[in-house]
């Protein structure tokens, strides 16, 4: 870890490990959560921006074309924004207004910055990103991921899907 403002502590995340976990979680929501996902999506765009506003982006499963790509890392990008706005929230289901094109899917870590993914259903989104995140070591049950999923109640698909990795 390098710490160029010797003031602000900087954290950086291994966001190769993050994708890798994630990407897991997400082709274990496609596997054992069919009725979760009625659109059959396959993948999606996860982001970390850090909190000097670098970002990093990739794609986890599969997406079908490039366009769809821009598309959604601009919503990923705009989950990010809600909790920049919010920045008290842990999650951007907080701050979700489906009108107005606010989504879940964005979670706040602090002092990492802030992650989101977009491309499955929201709710998964979510939870398979608190997946990743929990695989990682870069969140701690109590009380943030109990807090969080209970903010989207969304508990119960997470732990579908975490079921599913450890199978």
Request: aromatic share 6%; hydrophobic share 40%; with cysteine.
């Amino acid at each position: 870890m390098r710490n160029i403002d010797k003031k602000r502590p900087v954290l950086e995340i291994d966001f190769i490990a993050l994708r890798n976990a994630v990407e897991l979680a997400v082709a274990a929501f496609i596997k054992n959560c069919p009725d979760a996902n009625p659109n059959h999506k396959t993948g999606g765009v996860i982001l970390h921006r850090c909190n000097r506003g670098v970002e990093q982006h990739t794609t986890v499963g599969t997406l079908s074309m490039q366009s769809v790509y821009e598309d959604l890392l601009t919503t990923a990008r705009r989950k990010i924004e809600q909790l920049q706005i919010h920045f008290t929230h842990m999650t951007s289901y907080q701050s979700r207004d489906p009108e107005k094109g606010l989504w879940g899917g964005g979670l706040n870590l602090f002092c990492n910055g802030q992650v989101a993914l977009s491309g499955l259903p929201e709710q998964a989104d979510e939870a398979c990103l608190m997946c990743g995140l929990v695989q990682c070591d870069l969140v701690i049950i109590e009380p943030f991921v109990t807090k969080a999923l209970k903010i989207s109640d969304n508990t119960a698909l997470y732990k579908r899907i975490c079921k599913g990795i450890c199978k």
